[in-house]
Protein backbone atom coordinates (compact mmCIF):
# COMPACT_ATOMS: atom_id res chain seq x y z
CA UNK A 1 0.00 0.00 0.00
CA UNK A 2 1.19 3.70 -0.65
CA UNK A 3 1.99 5.39 2.13
CA UNK A 4 -0.52 8.63 2.46
CA UNK A 5 2.19 11.31 2.49
CA UNK A 6 4.01 9.55 -0.79
CA UNK A 7 0.10 9.95 -2.72
CA UNK A 8 -0.15 13.22 -1.21
CA UNK A 9 3.21 14.19 -3.14
CA UNK A 10 2.56 12.16 -5.93
CA UNK A 11 -0.99 14.31 -6.43
CA UNK A 12 1.35 17.38 -5.72
CA UNK A 13 3.57 16.42 -8.92
CA UNK A 14 0.49 16.02 -11.00
CA UNK A 15 -1.25 19.03 -9.59
CA UNK A 16 1.88 21.06 -10.54
CA UNK A 17 2.37 19.87 -13.97
CA UNK A 18 -1.23 20.18 -14.88
CA UNK A 19 -0.95 24.25 -13.65
CA UNK A 20 2.27 24.21 -15.81
CA UNK A 21 0.26 23.24 -18.63
CA UNK A 22 -2.36 25.50 -18.24
CA UNK A 23 0.03 28.29 -17.62
CA UNK A 24 1.28 28.10 -20.99
CA UNK A 25 -1.98 27.75 -22.52
CA UNK A 26 -1.41 31.73 -22.40
CA UNK A 27 1.93 32.34 -22.23
CA UNK A 28 4.19 29.45 -23.63
CA UNK A 29 2.13 29.04 -26.92
CA UNK A 30 3.87 27.28 -29.41
CA UNK A 31 4.12 28.85 -32.82
CA UNK A 32 2.39 28.32 -35.84
CA UNK A 33 4.33 26.91 -39.23
CA UNK A 34 4.20 27.86 -42.51
CA UNK A 35 4.39 24.55 -45.22
CA UNK A 36 5.19 26.51 -48.51
CA UNK A 37 8.42 25.79 -50.35
CA UNK A 38 10.18 28.27 -52.05
CA UNK A 39 14.14 30.07 -50.99
CA UNK A 40 15.16 30.73 -47.58
CA UNK A 41 17.78 33.02 -46.18
CA UNK A 42 19.09 31.26 -43.48
CA UNK A 43 22.62 31.35 -41.56
CA UNK A 44 23.79 28.54 -39.37
CA UNK A 45 22.80 30.31 -36.16
CA UNK A 46 19.34 30.35 -37.43
CA UNK A 47 19.35 26.74 -36.59
CA UNK A 48 18.05 26.40 -33.12
CA UNK A 49 15.55 28.88 -34.15
CA UNK A 50 13.92 26.62 -36.42
CA UNK A 51 14.33 23.72 -34.81
CA UNK A 52 12.07 25.17 -32.24
CA UNK A 53 9.40 26.21 -34.71
CA UNK A 54 9.04 22.61 -35.83
CA UNK A 55 9.21 20.63 -32.53
CA UNK A 56 6.51 19.92 -30.16
CA UNK A 57 6.87 18.01 -26.86
CA UNK A 58 4.44 16.61 -24.45
CA UNK A 59 3.93 13.79 -21.72
CA UNK A 60 1.24 11.13 -20.94
CA UNK A 61 0.30 11.31 -17.16
CA UNK A 62 -2.50 8.42 -15.46
CA UNK A 63 -4.00 10.57 -13.20
CA UNK A 64 -4.56 6.94 -10.99
CA UNK A 65 -1.19 5.86 -11.23
CA UNK A 66 0.84 9.14 -10.82
CA UNK A 67 2.82 8.64 -13.45
CA UNK A 68 3.74 10.17 -16.69
CA UNK A 69 3.79 7.09 -18.87
CA UNK A 70 4.82 8.52 -22.16
CA UNK A 71 7.19 11.58 -23.02
CA UNK A 72 7.38 11.97 -26.65
CA UNK A 73 9.33 14.99 -28.59
CA UNK A 74 9.17 14.97 -31.96
CA UNK A 75 10.50 17.60 -34.75
CA UNK A 76 8.56 17.90 -38.30
CA UNK A 77 11.20 17.28 -41.13
CA UNK A 78 9.82 19.83 -43.50
CA UNK A 79 11.24 22.11 -46.29
CA UNK A 80 11.44 24.96 -44.14
CA UNK A 81 13.61 22.85 -41.60
CA UNK A 82 15.60 20.77 -43.89
CA UNK A 83 16.71 24.31 -45.59
CA UNK A 84 18.21 25.15 -41.76
CA UNK A 85 19.32 22.03 -41.12
CA UNK A 86 21.81 21.67 -44.27
CA UNK A 87 23.03 25.23 -44.04
CA UNK A 88 23.87 24.18 -40.02
CA UNK A 89 25.32 20.37 -41.20
CA UNK A 90 27.47 22.33 -43.98
CA UNK A 91 29.07 25.00 -42.57
CA UNK A 92 29.64 22.65 -39.25
CA UNK A 93 31.28 19.65 -41.97
CA UNK A 94 32.84 22.21 -44.12
CA UNK A 95 31.15 21.18 -47.46
CA UNK A 96 32.26 22.80 -50.37
CA UNK A 97 29.39 24.80 -52.75
CA UNK A 98 28.60 22.00 -54.87
CA UNK A 99 28.20 19.44 -52.03
CA UNK A 100 26.15 22.36 -50.19
CA UNK A 101 23.68 22.33 -53.58
CA UNK A 102 24.18 18.49 -53.52
CA UNK A 103 22.81 17.94 -50.44
CA UNK A 104 20.21 20.73 -50.33
CA UNK A 105 18.70 19.24 -53.85
CA UNK A 106 18.20 15.53 -52.24
CA UNK A 107 16.77 16.84 -49.24
CA UNK A 108 14.44 19.00 -50.38
CA UNK A 109 13.75 16.45 -53.13
CA UNK A 110 12.27 13.89 -50.04
CA UNK A 111 9.27 16.29 -48.97
CA UNK A 112 7.94 15.89 -52.09
CA UNK A 113 7.10 12.12 -51.31
CA UNK A 114 6.49 11.24 -47.60
CA UNK A 115 6.49 13.54 -44.27
CA UNK A 116 8.85 12.87 -41.98
CA UNK A 117 9.30 13.04 -38.15
CA UNK A 118 12.27 12.81 -35.71
CA UNK A 119 10.79 11.45 -32.73
CA UNK A 120 12.47 10.54 -29.43
CA UNK A 121 10.58 9.23 -26.47
CA UNK A 122 10.77 7.52 -23.13
CA UNK A 123 7.97 5.21 -21.54
CA UNK A 124 7.83 4.32 -18.28
CA UNK A 125 8.47 0.77 -18.96
CA UNK A 126 11.38 0.09 -21.23
CA UNK A 127 9.61 -2.34 -23.40
CA UNK A 128 7.10 -0.14 -24.14
CA UNK A 129 9.88 2.22 -26.09
CA UNK A 130 9.63 0.39 -28.94
CA UNK A 131 7.49 1.22 -32.03
CA UNK A 132 7.88 -1.50 -34.05
CA UNK A 133 7.36 -4.84 -32.25
CA UNK A 134 3.97 -6.82 -33.74
CA UNK A 135 2.20 -5.23 -30.79
CA UNK A 136 3.36 -1.77 -29.58
CA UNK A 137 2.59 -0.37 -26.67
CA UNK A 138 2.08 3.05 -28.73
CA UNK A 139 0.24 3.24 -32.45
CA UNK A 140 1.21 6.43 -33.81
CA UNK A 141 -0.84 8.14 -36.95
CA UNK A 142 -0.14 11.18 -38.68
CA UNK A 143 -3.81 13.29 -37.84
CA UNK A 144 -5.18 17.16 -39.38
CA UNK A 145 -8.49 19.16 -38.20
CA UNK A 146 -10.30 17.62 -41.20
CA UNK A 147 -10.67 13.98 -40.06
CA UNK A 148 -7.58 12.46 -41.68
CA UNK A 149 -5.85 9.50 -40.64
CA UNK A 150 -2.62 7.91 -41.58
CA UNK A 151 -0.83 5.10 -40.30
CA UNK A 152 2.92 5.13 -41.14
CA UNK A 153 4.83 3.64 -44.01
CA UNK A 154 7.72 3.19 -42.29
CA UNK A 155 9.18 3.07 -38.74
CA UNK A 156 12.81 3.17 -38.44
CA UNK A 157 14.66 2.24 -35.47
CA UNK A 158 17.79 4.97 -34.45
CA UNK A 159 19.59 2.36 -32.03
CA UNK A 160 22.61 4.19 -31.23
CA UNK A 161 22.56 8.14 -32.04
CA UNK A 162 25.84 9.67 -32.75
CA UNK A 163 27.06 12.88 -33.01
CA UNK A 164 24.52 13.97 -35.65
CA UNK A 165 21.58 13.00 -33.52
CA UNK A 166 22.90 14.27 -30.37
CA UNK A 167 23.60 17.79 -31.52
CA UNK A 168 21.35 18.86 -34.28
CA UNK A 169 18.38 16.97 -32.48
CA UNK A 170 19.54 17.90 -28.90
CA UNK A 171 16.25 16.42 -27.36
CA UNK A 172 17.52 12.67 -27.79
CA UNK A 173 19.15 11.09 -24.88
CA UNK A 174 20.36 7.84 -24.40
CA UNK A 175 17.42 7.16 -22.03
CA UNK A 176 15.00 7.63 -24.76
CA UNK A 177 14.29 5.34 -27.86
CA UNK A 178 14.63 7.73 -31.00
CA UNK A 179 12.54 6.93 -34.44
CA UNK A 180 12.40 8.27 -38.02
CA UNK A 181 8.57 7.63 -38.75
CA UNK A 182 7.67 8.77 -42.62
CA UNK A 183 3.87 9.38 -44.25
CA UNK A 184 3.23 8.97 -47.74
CA UNK A 185 1.95 12.77 -48.45
CA UNK A 186 -1.11 10.81 -50.65
CA UNK A 187 -3.39 8.19 -49.69
CA UNK A 188 -4.56 5.53 -51.68
CA UNK A 189 -7.42 7.07 -52.99
CA UNK A 190 -5.27 9.83 -53.91
CA UNK A 191 -6.06 12.83 -51.37
CA UNK A 192 -3.50 14.04 -49.23
CA UNK A 193 -2.28 13.13 -45.93
CA UNK A 194 -3.13 16.72 -44.20
CA UNK A 195 -5.84 18.39 -46.17
CA UNK A 196 -5.10 21.90 -47.76
CA UNK A 197 -7.73 22.92 -45.62
CA UNK A 198 -6.32 21.70 -42.52
CA UNK A 199 -5.66 24.49 -39.63
CA UNK A 200 -3.50 22.14 -37.70
CA UNK A 201 -1.71 18.45 -38.03
CA UNK A 202 -0.06 16.26 -35.66
CA UNK A 203 1.06 13.00 -34.35
CA UNK A 204 -1.39 10.97 -32.13
CA UNK A 205 0.56 8.08 -29.63
CA UNK A 206 -2.47 5.90 -28.83
CA UNK A 207 -2.61 3.08 -26.62
CA UNK A 208 -3.91 1.03 -23.69
CA UNK A 209 -2.48 3.57 -21.53
CA UNK A 210 -4.07 6.52 -23.16
CA UNK A 211 -3.51 8.93 -26.03
CA UNK A 212 -1.46 11.82 -26.52
CA UNK A 213 -1.43 14.64 -29.20
CA UNK A 214 1.91 16.26 -30.60
CA UNK A 215 0.18 19.33 -32.28
CA UNK A 216 1.88 21.89 -35.16
CA UNK A 217 -1.03 24.74 -35.95
CA UNK A 218 -0.59 26.30 -39.43
CA UNK A 219 -0.31 29.61 -40.20
CA UNK A 220 -2.88 31.98 -42.05
CA UNK A 221 0.17 32.05 -44.23
CA UNK A 222 1.21 28.65 -45.05
CA UNK A 223 1.55 29.13 -48.77
CA UNK A 224 3.32 32.58 -48.33
CA UNK A 225 6.73 30.92 -50.56
CA UNK A 226 4.46 28.80 -52.87
CA UNK A 227 4.83 31.14 -55.89
CA UNK A 228 8.74 30.47 -55.45
CA UNK A 229 10.04 28.51 -57.59
CA UNK A 230 11.58 25.06 -55.60
CA UNK A 231 15.05 25.58 -55.99
CA UNK A 232 18.14 25.08 -54.14
CA UNK A 233 19.52 28.63 -53.65
CA UNK A 234 22.42 29.19 -51.26
Known sequence: ????????????????????????????????VGLGEGPREYVPSDYETVLKAWTRSEQLTTVNAMDNVLTVTSTYESWDFRWAYTIRYAEDYRLTVDQRHALL???????????????????????????????PAWIVRLIDDEGTETAPSEIQTIKKPGAIELTYFPYTTPWRSSFRITFPKVRSDGSPTISPAARWFGLRFAGAQGNQELVWEITDHAHEFSSAPPRATL
Do not use: Q
Open 105 to 135: ERSLAETRDAHEFYVSLYAEKHKWNDLTVAE
Open 1 to 32: MIPPHARAAAALKVLAGLGLSLACLSGCRTPS
